[in-house]
């Protein structure tokens, strides 16, 4: 059945959540609903409900997807098409996918969008975006959008843009888990054309049970997020029923593919064997674009949220870095929101259809002018844009900023800007068996709580700190710190077989105002499981843009615990010592001002 619909006035509406069971947090896209008014020549299309049955993952699945066309779209005057799909625990007719297809149908593509699989009234299994099943999925959608292949009803496309025979024009668009599908259909199918993933991860690893100093080991589990998902995709049947036994898996694991439930078990165990581990890393990975970004070939536009707890800016930097070193032509923005954070005015949101008076909704409708519709005039913009809270407009930059200023861990807690400054010294710190450090909930507003202020207790944390600036301080990007800890607690246990007996410890920068008020830059930490305490290591903080104001100081900590996380297995006290030939190191990437 074909609906007319006509250009929307949107309501307003947030992001982040839902609660299954006792308080499980969803964050697909953040996007407005939007609802309904009067019709326009403009922005008049029709939407024709479908549905599709695919072949994936070694399963029937039945796709359920909504096909937008706009007035006068036809065989003899045909349109590229933009493709979309939810976030997790979303379908197609959540407020932050139907927006995607009215804003573009509106503008005149065809819109074709979906509820992935698992979700909504989609069959199968969640394979959290797995190229293999979720990407070939999606790769029958672009064969029907090349009319070669029909619905179920037998509906075909005949009106979309053809690079040639069987190759449609096509880009996908769509946020988080409606991200990674992206580049996941991209690395099975070189027929997409262009891709605009938003606020998504590129290694699942190190999203949720992150290690900040070593890829290789094991990380720090991010309990309250992996645990909120995993509620909510094995309530799946309850919340949405389904007679379609393709979504059921087995009563140990009912919604999930059986190596996503081993992979949650076992990180909630607590307990992280050698064997047990590798697997659970190899499996993260290969769902991740972290094992598979050399395959994808499609001009890329990420954006991701400066104020992202769940998939920080790093996630978007690796997968950036890697497609730029492949020559794909990739540009990177970071915008003001994320999974955790508020948005800002003026930023994207589709469903208010602002496209053309933000910043990212015009460098999203220049890619696909560009690519889709193969206006070569069309600006792609800059290859490295953030937002600058505060301050007028996005920064601009032909890359991201490299580390510029190197400042000294002194034995004095002081942060210096030469050896010789350093004091000769040590501190101590010792973890109780409860956490004694607080840098967020991603629960706390899903049940209407305010979010206590990141807190750390004495004795349970160590802090470096600057003098007060002279002038205001720019970070863009994620700073480096490398330390040098002493530990005899963990020394003696760390080479048990078990990965939880390594230290555990979470490195994080503030900001110290001159009345001592201290400030957790979005909340964002470093969660870092040590590889050898009886070796330096490097961390790699989350990155930031943030600056720093006259008279404020920087503060380095080193914290012992979090309440968001898993932490460490029995009581490990440490010391750190300084001198002037021997001590840690903090680097910042600056784009303005100077730290002494």
């Not at 590798?278 to 094992?291: G, I, N, T, W």
């Not at 010789?420 to 899903?446: C, F, M």
């Not at 290591?537 to 012992?560: C, M, Q, S, W």
């Amino acid at each position: 059945m074909e609906v007319p619909v006509s250009r929307a006035v949107p309501r307003s509406r947030k992001v982040l959540a839902l609660v299954a069971g006792a308080a499980a947090l969803a964050a697909p896209l953040a996007l407005a609903a939007p609802a309904s008014g009067a019709e326009t020549a403009a922005g008049a299309y029709t939407v024709t409900p479908l549905r599709f049955t695919v072949e994936a993952g070694g399963r029937s699945c039945a796709v359920d997807a909504d096909l937008y066309r706009p007035a006068g779209v036809d065989a003899e005057h045909p349109a590229p098409a933009v493709l979309a799909t939810n976030g997790f625990g979303g379908s197609k007719n959540d407020g932050s996918t139907d927006a995607i297809g009215k804003a573009f149908a509106e503008r005149g593509y065809v819109g074709l969008v979906y509820s992935g699989l698992g979700f909504g009234k989609s069959g199968c299994l969640i394979s959290l975006d797995a190229p293999e099943t979720d990407g070939r999925a999606a790769a029958r959608l672009v064969d029907f959008l090349a009319g070669a292949l029909a619905a179920d009803d037998g509906t075909r496309a005949d009106f979309v843009t053809r690079d040639g025979a069987g190759d449609p024009r096509v880009g996908m668009i769509g946020g988080s888990y409606g991200g990674a599908v992206q580049l996941a259909t991209a690395s099975v199918d070189p027929r997409v054309d262009a891709l605009v993933p938003l606020i998504t991860w590129n290694d699942l690893a190190y999203s949720l049970a992150p290690n900040a100093a070593d890829r290789d080991t094991p990380g720090v589990f991010k309990w309250q997020w992996a645990n909120g998902f995993y509620l909510m995709g094995e309530g799946q049947p309850l919340l949405v029923p389904s007679l379609d036994p393709s979504r059921i898996n087995s009563l140990g694991c009912l919604h999930f593919v059986t190596d996503a439930c081993d992979t949650v078990r076992l990180l909630n165990s607590g307990r992280y064997p050698k064997a047990a581990t590798e697997k659970m890393l190899a499996y993260a990975r290969s769902v991740s674009p972290v094992s598979y970004v050399d395959r994808i070939t499609a001009p890329t536009l990420l954006v991701q949220g400066q104020a992202d707890t769940l998939f920080n800016l790093n996630e978007a930097r690796a997968t950036y870095d890697r497609l730029r070193e492949r020559g794909v032509d990739t540009r990177m923005i970071w915008q003001s929101w994320g999974h955790s954070g508020g948005q800002k005015p003026g930023e994207l949101d589709l469903g208010q259809g602002n496209l053309e008076s933000s910043y990212v909704g015009q460098r999203i409708l220049g890619w696909f002018d560009r690519y889709l519709r193969k206006n070569t005039a069309a600006d792609t913009g800059p290859a490295f844009a953030w937002y600058r809270e505060g301050q007028s407009g996005y920064g601009t930059a032909d890359g991201v900023p490299a580390l510029s200023r190197r400042l000294y861990l002194s034995g004095d807690g002081k942060l210096v800007d030469n050896r010789a400054k350093v004091a000769e010294g040590s501190r101590r710190y010792s973890n109780w068996l409860v956490p004694t450090s607080h840098s967020e909930s991603s629960l706390a507003g899903t049940i209407g709580l305010p979010d206590p202020r990141p807190y750390d207790t004495p004795g349970t944390y160590l802090g470096w700190t600057t003098a007060p600036l002279t002038a205001p301080v720019d970070l863009v990007g994620a700073p480096k710190a490398t330390l040098k800890v002493d530990s005899p607690a963990a020394e003696r246990v760390q080479d048990s077989g078990d990965a939880a007996d390594k230290l555990v410890l979470f490195a994080k920068l503030y900001d110290v105002a001159p009345d001592g008020t201290k400030t957790l830059v979005n909340r964002l930490v470093a969660p870092v499981r040590v590889p050898d305490v009886t070796r330096p290591f490097t961390v790699e903080l989350p990155a930031v843009v943030h600056r720093y104001e006259t008279g404020h100081r920087l503060e380095l900590v080193i914290a012992a615990s979090d309440t968001a996380y898993s932490g460490n297995r029995g009581v490990k006290p440490v010391t750190v010592a300084s001198a002037p030939g021997d001590t840690g190191t903090l680097e910042l990437p600056l784009v303005q001002g100077t730290v002494d």
